[in-house]
């Protein structure tokens, strides 16, 4: 499994996006959150984008850096949803938090919801 996040893995659909928003389903796990949606595409399973509130984050710099911080978590992370899932998603990661968080800290949460996601959909699966 290739632990690399190019650009076609990159969610940059604006319909695909505004899809996700009135379509998706949610997980959570503060402060992230995971918005997903099953999806027909052909070019890669899942396809990522991230995103940090400007009513949170007022300075760019400070949201350019957390969502570093998320793409590299996801990236390091993404083993445990694309070896155990089947289907095509796209994915959306929202930082809900307030303070500026640690590579650690983004890390950990990252895990969490990634479980929480296979979790979800294993449930799907299995009804």
């Known amino acids: 499994m290739d632990a690399s996040f190019g650009k076609k893995e990159k969610l940059k659909s604006k319909i695909l996006i505004t899809q996700l928003f009135q379509e998706g389903r949610g997980v959570s796990v503060y402060p992230l959150k995971l918005i997903y949606l099953s ?3 052909k ?3 899942i396809k990522t984008g991230v995103t940090v509130s400007k009513r949170n984050f007022k300075s760019a710099v400070d949201r350019n850096r957390i969502k570093r911080l998320l793409r590299e978590s ?3 992370n993404k083993a445990l949803v694309f070896n155990n899932t089947d289907a095509n ?3 959306l990661f ?3 938090g307030k303070d ?3 590579f650690e800290q983004l890390d ?3 895990k969490l919801v990634l479980n929480k996601f296979k979790l979800q959909i294993d449930e ?3 009804k």
């Open 39 to 41: 999806v027909e595409q």
């Open 43 to 45: 070019e890669v399973p």
């Open 74 to 76: 996801y990236r390091l």
């Open 89 to 91: 998603f796209a994915f």
């Open 94 to 96: 929202l930082y809900l």
């Open 100 to 102: 500026m968080p640690t």
């Open 108 to 110: 950990h949460k990252m």
């Open 124 to 126: 799907k699966n299995n």
